[in-house]
Structure formats: structure tokens, C-alpha cells
């Protein structure tokens, strides 16, 4: 169906000071990589209030379409010696040396980390819905992580590569559950440059129909 709309309709307000607190937390939450993250510990209920946040996700016939597991301690280490040597083969064409400086900065790169959270989606085996449903249920859990993270100036990413798909799915996974990544968690330096990415004007993102 062709529709008609007018563009000029739409203004994107950039005065930030002005933004409540809700849109602040949400607009300030970005990605921030490992290699930023300082040495310091999440405290325990400060987790699990991370944690409750995600249950809180809206889902589909309250199927509840996740399950997490929390990597820490010596499992960051497991994960780092997995890294590299699933990407053993990868760096072929770099010298020894620098094949070496490669799978050594994999090795330790979770170690920077105060914890990996494994996503796990679970789909209900009784109520058939479809899988982008849960997965969006799960994707907003995910959400709510995030920014329960950028409220408390946690740093947090989510990694959806291979390699993080496939560690999580070595957990005892039941056929009704796939894993989705893992997102990483830590506190980051009070001063850190904030990412430089920019978001598309709302005027290309959406249409008013009157
Ligand atoms: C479903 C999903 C998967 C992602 N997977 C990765 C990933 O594997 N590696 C990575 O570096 N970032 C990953 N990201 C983070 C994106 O790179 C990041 O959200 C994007 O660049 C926008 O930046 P911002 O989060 O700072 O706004 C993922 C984000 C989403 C939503």
C-alpha cells in the first residue's frame, strides 16, 4: 500500500540537559569493550538485582523464554584458553610472533571482566510460539541488564561471535534451548570517552500517519 507522510513533521530534540533521567540512562548506555574494564567486583546483590531486572522483561504467554549462567573466577580463565585455541587457526598468516601476541591478548581478555553472563534461550515446549518471539523476549531481558549496568556505571556488551555461542552451549543446553552469547560485565574508569557512534535521525526512522 503507498502511503503518503510529511518528514518535516519530525524533530529530534538534541538538548540533553533537558532529558529526564530515564532518557539519559537509556542514551548513555553503551557498549563498552573489556579492554576498559578496571579491576573491581560486582557485589553480590548488585548482581542479582541485574539479574531480577532481566526476569522482568515483557514475553509472550509469560513463557519466561530464558535462563542465564554466570561465569566468574576460574571461568573466565576457561574461557580465555578456549578463545585461543578456537582461534588457533585463524591468525595462519601472521608470523609465529604475532600469532602468538593475538591468541595471548584472547587468553586474557575475560580476565578483564568482573563476569560473563551465558544467554540461554528456552522455548516452551507447550506453547509453541514462534522463535523470533522468544528471542525478542530474551533480547529484552538483555536490555534490561544493560541498562540496569549504565544506571550503576557497569560496563557491558553482548558477544554473539562463534566462539561465545558455542562455550555457552557446552553447559548442559536441553534441545529446547540454544544459546545466545554472552554479555560481559565490569566496572569501567569514571572518565571514559564516551563511544563516538551516532544514531540515525528519527526523521529517516520513522513515519506519522494521521
Ligand atoms: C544482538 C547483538 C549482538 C551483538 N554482538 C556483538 C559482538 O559479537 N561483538 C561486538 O563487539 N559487539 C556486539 N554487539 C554490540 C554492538 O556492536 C553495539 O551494540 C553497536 O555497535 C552499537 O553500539 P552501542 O551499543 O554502544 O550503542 C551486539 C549487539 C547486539 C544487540
Request: include cysteine; charged fraction near 30%.
Amino acid at each position: 500500500m503507498k502511503i503518503k507522510y510529511n518528514a518535516s513533521k519530525i524533530k529530534q530534540s538534541e538538548t540533553s540537559d533537558k532529558l529526564k533521567k530515564v532518557s539519559r540512562n537509556i542514551r548513555n548506555r553503551r557498549s563498552v569493550f573489556a579492554n576498559e574494564f578496571i579491576k573491581k567486583e560486582i557485589p553480590d546483590k548488585l548482581l542479582e538485582e541485574i539479574l531480577i531486572n532481566a526476569t522482568w522483561a515483557p514475553n509472550h504467554k509469560m513463557t519466561e523464554p530464558w535462563r542465564f549462567i554466570v561465569f566468574k573466577g576460574k571461568y573466565l580463565k576457561e574461557y580465555g584458553e578456549y578463545m585461543a585455541k578456537y582461534y588457533t587457526n585463524f591468525y595462519s598468516e601472521l608470523s609465529p610472533e604475532d600469532q602468538k601476541e593475538k591468541l595471548r591478548y584472547l587468553a586474557n581478555y575475560p580476565l578483564n571482566a568482573a563476569c560473563l553472563i551465558g544467554v540461554i534461550m528456552v522455548r516452551n515446549t507447550k506453547i509453541n510460539l514462534p522463535e523470533w518471539e522468544e528471542i525478542a523476549a530474551v533480547s529484552s531481558a538483555v536490555q534490561n541488564i544493560a541498562l540496569t549496568c549504565t544506571a550503576h556505571k557497569i560496563g557491558n556488551y553482548w558477544s554473539t561471535k562463534g566462539v561465545a555461542i558455542d562455550y555457552v552451549a557446552q553447559f548442559d543446553l536441553a534441545e529446547n534451548e540454544k544459546s545466545l552469547g554472552l554479555l560481559y560485565l565490569g566496572y569501567h574508569p569514571e572518565d571514559l570517552k564516551s563511544s563516538k557512534k551516532k544514531r540515525t535521525h528519527l526523521s529517516k526512522k520513522v513515519i506519522y500517519l494521521e
